[in-house]
């Protein structure tokens, strides 16, 4: 069974550019999480969903970030216009009920 | 603020050592996660507790939460280089948010 698959793996911009992180989570898993993870502040959730509908976005850094679940089986993370903090690995994760499974991780970086 | 933190913040063991990485709250847990990550790779579920006083084990690990349900331990005994890792301990806040401790980056040397 495939597990969570995220897209893409690395992703390199310019400042001031937008930046969309992919992810499809497990079939029948309905809740879904995106982490951000850095050095300085480990790993920070950003939002989740529960059955496409999002719950809790207080992690959301600013304005700049924006996250969609238009359907069971795909969300985004959205950056616009990006900046060199945001710099990060993004992981999105999915669950039926408590346990989390983690996708690979998107390497992102903002020059 | 952040509301787990993990002990010690990096740890190198020399192999067929016994080691101990702990996860303290401030508030009471619902649940709590442990996790493992490789450099370059996802997080990998290793143990869940929920119940004061519970011990877990899984071949050489083994993970305990206290009575009050605010302190997790991750004992790894005879460790092997393939222990290492980032071990992080997630937990339910509200029971369904899971936030995630600041991680206890491990190395095992032959």
């Known amino acids: 069974d495939a597990g969570v698959i995220q897209s893409p793996r690395h992703e390199v911009t310019e400042m001031g550019q937008e930046v969309t992180l992919r992810c499809k989570p497990i079939s029948g898993h309905n809740s879904l999480f995106w982490y951000r993870q850095t050095m300085m502040r480990g790993l920070e959730l950003l939002i989740y969903?529960?059955?496409?509908?999002?719950?809790?976005d207080s992690g959301m850094p600013e304005d700049r970030f924006s996250a969609k679940m238009p359907n069971a089986s795909f969300s985004t993370l959205k950056i616009q216009p990006s900046e060199p903090r945001d710099s990060a690995v993004y992981f999105c994760?999915?669950?039926?009920?408590?346990?989390?499974?983690f996708g690979s991780g998107t390497q992102l970086s903002v020059l | 603020s952040q509301e787990l933190e993990q002990s010690p913040q990096s740890l190198i063991v020399q192999e067929g050592k016994n080691l101990t990485i702990n996860c303290t709250s401030s508030?009471?847990?619902?649940?709590l996660y442990w996790y493992k990550q490789k450099y370059g790779e996802g997080l990998i579920f290793l143990m869940m507790l929920q119940k004061g006083g519970e011990e877990k084990s899984h071949e050489k690990i083994t993970a305990k939460l206290d009575e009050k349900k605010q302190q997790s331990s991750l004992h790894i005994t005879a460790s092997q280089p393939s222990h290492a890792g980032i071990y992080l301990c997630?937990?339910?806040?509200?029971?369904?948010?899971?936030?995630f401790g600041t991680g206890t980056r491990l190395q095992v040397f032959p």
């Open positions: 969903f529960n059955n496409n509908v999002p719950i809790d």
């Open positions: 994760a999915s669950t039926p009920s408590q346990k989390l499974f």
């Open positions: 508030k009471t847990l619902y649940g």
């Open positions: 997630g937990a339910d806040i509200n029971t369904d948010k899971l936030i």
